[in-house]
């Protein structure tokens, strides 16, 4: 419980991929090469939407390629998936439907569970955007899902989320 990978059991979206399409380490390297070209795609809609300007739009996207959100799917040799989480949210900024998007952040908290942090940024994104008023309530609606997944996963498969030795005060403390 108390070392960092423990936190990391609910982080089972890339590896259940794998899993399911029976297809290993192969699988898990193809689908985060696919997803780092879903994460380029949809930042550059995005930044479309949110700009009107198709230059603007490369720009930023070329901009955020060269940060660590673009980047990391050529650094994660320990398979932390963070670029998989980056696609997932921007596939949340792109998508309308509101189960789309609310199965998109449910997609990113069970990649990383931080994800669920940005939830309020891409709600305000998609409003300032004019995005449908269903899609606002799909993204909020994507929290409690996840959570309401992840207990169901905790019961059935006696899965947990150890908070020992993670964000305690005495580590606070030594890395302020």
């Known amino acids: ?20 399409t029976h297809s290993g380490m ?6 985060r090469f696919t997803l780092q070209a879903v994460l380029i795609i949809c930042v550059l809609l995005a930044a479309e939407r949110a700009a009107g300007d198709r230059l603007v739009a490369l720009a930023a996207a070329l901009a955020i390629a060269g940060t660590y959100t673009g980047t990391s799917v ?10 998989c989480t980056h696609a997932f949210l921007a596939l949340a900024l792109i998508l309308r439907p509101p189960w789309l998007a609310g199965g998109a952040v449910v997609l990113a ?7 669920l ?7 305000l994104f998609h409003w300032f ?10 993204l909020a609606a994507g929290i409690p899902g996840s959570v309401a997944i992840r207990l169901a996963f905790a019961l059935a498969f006696h899965l947990r ?4 030795g993670i964000a305690e005060w005495d580590i606070f403390f030594i890395n302020t």
């Open 109 to 115: 908290a069970f990649t990383d569970e931080r994800a």
């Open 129 to 138: 955007t004019g995005s449908p008023r269903g899609t606002l309530i799909g």
């Open 117 to 123: 942090l940005i939830v309020p940024l891409l709600i």
């Open 26 to 31: 192969t699988g898990v390297h193809v689908a």
């Open 161 to 164: 989320m150890p908070t020992t």
């Open 1 to 20: 419980d108390g070392k960092n990978e423990a936190k990391r059991n609910f982080r089972i979206a890339v590896p259940l991929l794998a899993y399911l």
């Open 74 to 83: 050529w650094r994660d040799v320990c398979r932390w998936f963070d670029n």
